[in-house]
């Protein structure tokens, strides 16, 4: 594998507050409310904090709590919109909302890919492994155009049969 990986751990301080404002939620167990997609979260303060942090589970907002962007929300913001914010500029909003939902899932795979990499692999999985990396972590920066045109659908597919065909090593 020649390029690292980036952090998959979130760093809501450098992000937008992507998730609490591009998601849309149906009150349920998870959300105790209704919002639409890229409307902001009633709970959402300027300063991207949550004014129900610290009550999220008995004030019904336990699906906040479980969600992880794994990373890709700071990527989002700041490589890909170069720190530009919704805030001072609406239209970013779908755009922004975009791009996360495809990082989103291009770092879910790479996390799922990670704990494959710890297993005793044999050269042909090693290769398989390091190739579908490389994929979903390219050498060249995202941008919006790449990810309008990434095939998310089929590396995704193409991640679950690998991971399938790692039986043997469990």
Not at 58 to 69: H, P, R
Request: hydrophobic share 40%; net charge negative.
């Amino acid at each position: 594998m020649t390029n690292s990986l980036p952090s998959l751990e979130p760093d809501c301080s450098n992000c937008a507050a992507l998730c609490c404002v591009v998601f849309a939620f149906d009150r349920s167990e998870s959300f105790g409310i209704d919002k639409g997609a890229g409307e902001a979260c009633p709970n959402l303060m300027a300063n991207n904090g949550c004014r129900i942090f610290d009550g999220r589970a008995e004030l019904g907002f336990k699906g906040c709590i479980s969600y992880t962007c794994h990373g890709a929300g700071q990527r989002v913001t700041q490589d890909v919109f170069a720190g530009r914010d919704w805030r001072n500029d609406p239209s970013l909003v779908h755009r922004m909302g975009a791009a996360l939902s495809v990082l989103r899932r291009i770092h879910e795979q790479l996390v799922l890919l990670q704990a494959a990499g710890q297993l005793p692999l044999a050269g042909g999985h090693r290769e398989q492994l390091d190739g579908l990396i490389e994929t979903l972590n390219p050498a060249v920066d995202w941008t919006e155009d790449t990810f309008e045109a990434f095939p998310i659908d089929r590396v995704c597919g193409e991640v679950g049969s690998f991971l399938k065909s790692l039986r043997g090593y469990v």
